[in-house]
């Protein structure tokens, strides 16, 4: 059966860790990789995050099954960090899942399930996983203008008329705060225009939040979505904690349904475990665990914020530094919009050609799309990226 199997296209950023590692150069540098990194080189463990473990591990005397939907203590603690008190608890329908990915799969799941001739919006561009899921199972993918490459901004005029053309039933995807790869983020305007445009077409918004706390702040980065949720009659997330509390390999998410309270809360809570149920069973329990005893003590949860907030101002600096050192260098402000954007990620303006020079020559590893990652700049590769990125660029 297997010599049938045609070889499925290679991930772009799984062959960029292949060369990078493979690359004997000292002073090579990693863009491409979407971690959060120290200036060691390390993705560290949070402190809040050891200290949670180590009451699980002395607390803990079971390994055995929580249920389809995930614990509901981890639930509601994530319920409150990603809607706060937008809405009503009983309006909101939950099941975790492995990874904010695991999220995006059993949300499109349901969907395809319940409305099959959904037609999903996408921005240009957006995270692969997006488009490949969305096809992988059957759904209509429709795209939107969302990038203008001439300014680093958002093309707004593109995308709000893109999404008036959207049907009732159809899904809007959002990135909720710190969007993959652009970095250009939706302003609390952008957020009012998008539920007139949802109210107006009967389209259903669906936000992926992977980033909450790495743009502006926990609050501030999830005030479209709380937006959303309080202002339209349904609403869909995912949601991850694998970035914001450093659980990678952990992989903690939450599908959410927010809808109208009772009959359709309780259908929605049965479809999302019956996907659990077909797709894994039981969704992990350890990272979720870590998350709850997290978010629901009062020195830890400081704790935490102290740590992410530390991540957060250290990615910002490192954006402007990046973006003074080519204006320096180029003599233009050009990439000034680099200092803009939000969040772990941003599309640089390179082409393919030089991103490929870049590697090559120079031991700079960036997404041959231009999507760099700026959780891996430190005081001291970004005079050699900038360096480099100035010398393609001439």
């Known amino acids: 059966m297997f010599e049938s199997l045609s070889t499925p296209k290679p991930d772009k950023i799984i062959e960029l860790m292949g060369m990078f590692a493979a690359d004997p150069r000292p002073n090579k540098v990693d863009l491409g990789v979407g971690v959060y990194r120290a200036p060691d080189g390390r993705t560290p463990i949070m402190a809040a995050v050891k200290a949670a473990e180590q009451r699980i591990w002395d607390a803990q005397d079971t390994k055995g099954y929580v249920g389809f939907a995930g614990d509901a203590a981890f639930h509601a603690a994530m319920k409150r960090l990603i809607l706060g008190d937008a809405v009503p608890a009983d309006r909101v329908a939950a099941c975790a899942t492995p990874g904010g990915t695991g999220a995006v799969r059993q949300i499109l799941e349901m969907v395809k399930e319940v409305r099959p001739d959904a037609q999903i919006w996408i921005s240009d561009p957006s995270w692969p996983n997006h488009a490949a899921i969305a096809d992988h199972l059957g759904l209509k993918r429709c795209t ?59 389209a259903i918004p669906f936000i992926d939040m992977a980033y909450q706390g790495f743009g502006d702040g926990v609050e501030e980065d999830a005030a479209g979505t709380r937006f959303l949720a309080a202002n339209l009659p349904e609403c869909l997330i995912a949601a991850s904690g694998s970035k914001n509390f450093g659980l ?13 309270a009772g009959a359709a809360r309780d259908a929605a809570v049965s479809q999302l475990v019956a996907m659990n149920r077909m797709a894994y069973s039981f969704p992990p329990d350890h990272g979720a665990r870590i998350v709850d005893v997290i978010l629901s003590d009062e020195a830890l949860h400081a704790e935490w914020m102290d740590e992410l907030t530390h991540m957060r101002v250290s990615m910002q600096a490192n954006r402007k530094a990046l973006a003074d050192a080519l204006r320096d260098l180029l003599g233009s402000d050009r990439f000034g919009f680099l200092a803009a954007h939000k969040g772990m990620f941003s599309l640089c303006g390179i082409t393919p050609e030089q991103a490929i020079e870049l590697r090559k020559k120079y031991g700079v590893y960036i997404v041959e799309d231009g999507r760099m990652n700026v959780a891996g700049l430190t005081q001291t590769n970004i005079p050699i990226v900038a360096k480099a990125m100035a010398a393609v660029l001439r």
């Open 248 to 260: 990678y390999r952990d992989r903690v998410g939450i599908a959410v349904a927010v809808t109208a």
């Open 144 to 202: 939107y203008r969302y990038y203008d490459w001439a300014t680093g901004g958002i093309d707004r005029a593109g995308a709000f008329a893109d999404l008036s053309a959207a049907r009732a039933g159809d899904l809007i995807l959002l990135h909720g705060c710190c969007h993959n790869p652009t970095g250009a983020d939706f302003t609390s305007d952008d957020w009012a225009e998008i539920a007139a445009i949802c109210k107006r077409t009967g």
